[in-house]
């Protein structure tokens, strides 16, 4: 683990083939493919999660689509509050969207939906949000995808926050699309 003052990087692999190894130990599994387009990066506090949130807002573009998952309290927000400031482009207020599950920024360039399915009960209820049509005009940030139940999108970047120390968190960044080309400017 690197020293909590550091941010590490992990290269990104750029799709080549590769023996990849799951787990450790006797029970670990190995299977050859293509590399996926991920990217490790340890985060030593919450203004380290929030300069992760400006650097992918630096590359995002309308049609785009961020998902933010992990545990309560992973940083998701933090990080949607930082790209969704980074694009607006001044201090804006950025509440929570999870009681209203949907939050739009007109102000921003390029417009952002940031929407929170925690609270979804059903798989269709994600429909009626009009996601999918957001991405026409707007760059959408979504936390608990997984509430979703199916893919949101194929072109889009993953974004996995994980706990690992008192105030620490390491993200995995995994690429889908044209987001396997901009990744390495995250």
């Known amino acids: ?4 003052d550091r941010l590490y990087q992990a290269p990104v692999l750029e799709g080549s083939e590769a023996t990849c190894y799951t787990g450790s130990g006797p029970g670990a599994s190995r299977s050859r493919g293509k590399v996926k387009h991920v990217r490790h990066i340890d985060l030593a506090d919450e203004l380290a999660t929030e300069l ?24 998701k927000t933090t990080l949607a509050r930082a790209m969704i400031r980074t694009r607006a482009g ?7 969207p999870t009681f209203t599950l949907v939050q739009t920024y007109p102000e921003t360039d390029p417009e952002i939906w940031h929407a929170d399915l925690y609270r979804l009960d059903r798989p269709g209820e994600v429909d009626e949000l009009g996601l999918g049509e957001a991405l026409d005009a707007a760059a959408v940030i979504v936390e608990w995808p997984e509430r979703a139940r199916r893919p949101l999108g194929g072109d889009r970047l993953d974004v996995t926050l994980v706990h690992t120390g008192a ?4 993200a995995t960044l995994t690429a889908h699309g044209s987001w396997k080309g901009r990744l390495r400017h995250v």
């Not at 105030?167 to 390491?170: A, L």
Request: hydrophobic content about 40%; glycine content about 16%; proline content about 8%.
């Open 1 to 4: 683990m690197p020293e909590p």
């Open 52 to 75: 992760l949130g400006r650097r992918i807002a630096a590359t995002l573009k309308r049609g785009d689509l961020v998902t933010l998952s992990g545990e309560l309290g992973a940083g």
């Open 90 to 96: 001044v201090l804006i207020e950025v509440p929570s």
């Open 167 to 170: 105030g620490s968190r390491r």
